[in-house]
């Protein structure tokens, strides 16, 4: 299972720490749900998930305020014995002594956001959702192209490299060589990084490695971008027919998640650079409604009607 230390939960979202004395080193939290214990402070614990970053917004805060102190002091009791990861109070409220002493006696770190309840959950869960995304490796080069996120595929020493680095001199960025780290973030949206051992190199065979960073600056590298598009390079074969139209996608599956996929016959001479970026800039103009395909496909069944209307004359 995938999980996050809440250090970097505090350091990436800016938070307040107002419990020192806890240890937060070893909290790990482990879904990118939230939850907000309104009918917790009430005194119902039937389905509370308590596995949850708990935040407390103005209403939370203002119930636990109109309570008598020693109904408030049991009721916020009751919350932090519940095993939970840690409470973060927002709108930059700051709770009683009383509050924090429970949470020191129960070693539950409370924390503290300056922004709204409603702009700090949004800000969390989509941190939260980045960061717990399921991942798998996979063997490839991932380059964007024109803004494209384009994954090529191969078998080893195919020429995975070799295209990603011609692509680098025509101006597109890398995003990781070799291994890439694919990131489900939602239903519809694959992410892909490099590994940090390997982010901004590339491996040339008779070369060697390459720092990519260092040899053509900053502006050619990314380190993260969405899977647009596949490209699977493929010795060629003359007895496989290959699509020549393009009229149906092909699609490759990652984590439940599909994309569009070109396989790419290989042989000597051509330009897999030039190939790779028409590919991109081709998968875009169909995201933008034109499929040139479609389009010869009208011109060609238009030609024929006219045919046979003229017979008919």
Known sequence: MKTIGLTKLVEELNLKNLTPDVDMEDVRIVTPDINRPALQLTGYYEHFPNERVQIIGH???SYL???????????????????IPCVIFARNTQPGQEILSLCDKYHVPALCAEKSTSAFMAEIIRWLGVQLAPMISIHGVLVDVFGEGVLIMGESGIGKSEAALELLKRGHRLVSDDVVEISRVSDVTLVGSAPDITRHFIELRGIGIIDVKTLYGVESVKDTQSIDLV????????????DRLGLEEEYIEFLGNKVVCHSLPIRPGRNLAIIVETAAVNHRQKKMGYNAAQELYKRVQANLTRKREGDRD
């Open 65 to 83: 305020q109109h309570l008598p102190a020693q109904e408030r002091v049991k009721a916020f009791e009751d919350f932090v014995s519940k095993k």
């Open 59 to 61: 209403v939370e805060f």
């Open 231 to 242: 490209i699977k390079l493929e010795e060629w074969d003359k007895d496989k027919e290959y």
